[in-house]
C-alpha cells in the first residue's frame, strides 16, 4: 500500500536523525532507535525509563546484516531456519569491530539479536543502514504494547511517531534462547519449547529460576498492569475483573474471556490487550482462573506470575 510506504519513510527519517520510533512486530511493539548510536539508544532507556544494566533486542533485516556485529554458530544456524524470520531472540557473541552503541548491551561481551517478521518493520529493517534496537514499547516493569493505540497510551507525544501495524500477531515476547555457551531458554515466548527442543535434538535447558538472575524481563516485577493480580481463583470476589479461558454457564460483566474456544495461543495474543481495558475500566483487582501449563499455556503463566508481584 502506498500509505505503508509513505509510513516506512516517514520512520526512516526520524530515526536517522536519532530519534525513537513505535514499531509494529508480531510479538509486541518495540520502541525503536538506530542501534549504533549512542545518542539514539540513549533515548530509548529514558523514554521507557529502563535501568541501563538491562540490554536491548537488537532486529536486522538479514544474517549477513548480523554478521557485521556478532560470530554466529551451528545452534542458531538451526534455529534461524525452523523459526526466522520469527518470534525469537538469540544471545551471542558480539565481534570486537561491531559498531553497536555501548549503550544497549551495557558494554557486555554478548548481544541479543532477532529478525522479527512483521511485513512493515521487515521493510522498514531492508530500507535502513543499521539495525534496530527496540526494547517492548512500554514503560518499565509494565504490561507490553499490541498495537498503536497501545504505544501512544504508554507515551503519548514523547515518542516522535509510530508505525501503524495493526494488532501484534502474538501478542506476547519472542522466546529468548542463549548460545553462549549450551543452548538454553532464557525467557519463554511464543515459540513453544518442544518446538525448539525438536529442532535442536533435545540439546537444550531452561533456565531455572534463582534469586538473582539478571535476564529477560525477568526482574521480578514485570507485565505489572499496576492492580492487584490473584492467580488460580475459581470464583472471583464481587467487584473484582475476572480472567478466564473455560466457558462458563454464569457470566457475569466483569468475566474476560481471553479466547473464545479455550485455544492457549488465542489467550495468549490477548492476554496484553486484556490486562490493559481492565486497567481502564478502573478495576481495583484481577482475579485469573488456572491456566494449563502446557505449550503457550507456560508463558502465559510465567508473564501472569511477573505480573501479580507488586
Ligand atoms: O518480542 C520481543 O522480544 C520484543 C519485540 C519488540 O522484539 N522485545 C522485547 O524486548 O521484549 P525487551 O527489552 O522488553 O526484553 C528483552 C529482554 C530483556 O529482559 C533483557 O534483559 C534481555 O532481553 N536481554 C537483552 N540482551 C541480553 C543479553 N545480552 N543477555 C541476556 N539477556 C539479554
Ligand atoms: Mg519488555
Known sequence: MKKDLSNIKKSKLYLDKNECVGIPTETVYGLAANAYSDRATEKIFKLKKRPKKNPLIVH?????????????????IKLYKNFCPGPITFILKIKKESKISKNVNDNKSTLAVRFPKHPLTRRLL???NYPLAAPSANISSR???????????????????????????FGLESTIVSLINKPQILRLGCIEVNKIRKALKNKISLKKKSKNFIVPGQGKVHYSPGIKVRLNVQNPKLHEAFILIKKRNFNGNNYFYLSKKNNLNEAGK???KTLRMIKKLKYKS???????????????????????KR
Open 60 to 76: 536486522y533485516f538479514s544474517i549477513r546484516d548480523l554478521e557485521k556485529d556478532c560470530n554466529i554458530n551451528k545452534n542458531f
Open 286 to 308: 484481577i482475579a485469573v482462573e488456572r491456566i494449563p501449563n502446557k505449550g503457550i499455556g507456560q508463558t502465559i503463566n510465567d508473564r501472569l506470575i511477573r505480573a501479580s
Open 270 to 272: 490477548n492476554l496484553y
Open 126 to 128: 531492508k530500507f535502513l
Open 143 to 169: 504490561v507490553s504494547a499490541v498495537s498503536k493505540m497501545d504505544v501512544k497510551e504508554e507515551f503519548g507525544n514523547k515518542v516522535k511517531f509510530i508505525l501503524d501495524g495493526g494488532t501484534s500477531k
